[in-house]
């Protein structure tokens, strides 16, 4: 594979992993707000970082496995459902049902950057890396600028129900092309109860 096909597919990934992220960090605040949320729980939607920093703990699941593509889209699948389910809760009086479906969109996209993460590193050459990286954090803000700016702008003239369509629409988008990202032809471990704790248990190690 050319160094130019990789760098493409390594924008279409980071941008699909910036954009929920975005929705969560930049969207989910304004529209909860705009609809009658307290500050209390505006404030408390920043426990959705949480999965984005304990990620570690279920990494080796997705080492292990299915396969990276697989992961990558149907976490993509997963999160456009959810969503589309967010509004059929009422934002101005959140109940556990919203906290949870949110809580897993999190986890999700958390998941998601697992899998992609993991994928690219795997498709990149040593001598790549430093281009890709260019490319990917390029990428990444990119989605995050979309949603954090261009969707919550659309929604004062579209509206706010066309918003979360159009962004379960693109992460379905995302889903379908996952499907058909090249073979990177490395070799994966087998599974067991002990590879599977390794790198939690080496991490846990570290001073």
């Known amino acids: 594979m050319t160094l130019k096909k990789k760098l493409i597919f390594v924008a ?20 909860f707000r705009l609809h009658g ?17 304990v990620k570690v ?24 459902v959810l969503l589309a389910m967010i509004l059929f809760f ?7 049902g919203l906290w949870i479906l949110l809580m897993c969109l999190a986890v999700f996209s958390a998941t998601q950057d697992i899998a992609i993460d993991a994928y690219t590193i795997e498709m990149l050459n040593t001598s790549e890396m430093g281009i890709a990286n260019g490319v990917r954090q ?5 989605a995050i600028l979309l949603t954090g700016g261009i969707l919550v702008a659309a929604a004062g003239f579209i509206g706010w ?6 962004a379960a629409g693109a992460l379905a ?10 073979d990177v032809g490395v ?10 704790l390794e790198p939690v248990r080496d991490f846990a190690r570290r001073p």
């Open 138 to 142: 390029a990428a990444y803000r990119a």
């Open 12 to 31: 279409f990934l980071y941008f699909a992993e910036g954009f929920p992220y975005g929705v969560i960090q930049e969207v989910l605040p304004v529209y």
């Open 173 to 182: 988008v995302c889903s379908l092309c996952a499907f058909y990202l090249p």
């Open 187 to 196: 070799a994966r471990p087998s599974f067991s109860a002990k590879t599977l």
């Open 90 to 96: 009422n934002p101005a009086d959140p109940s556990m």
């Open 57 to 80: 703990l279920w990494a080796p699941a997705v080492d292990f496995l299915g396969t990276r593509r697989r992961w990558i889209a149907g976490t993509q699948a997963v999160m456009a």
């Open 161 to 166: 129900r066309s918003i979360y369509f159009i």
């Open 37 to 53: 949320m307290s500050l209390e729980y505006v404030g408390f939607l920043s426990v959705l970082a949480l999965p984005y920093a």
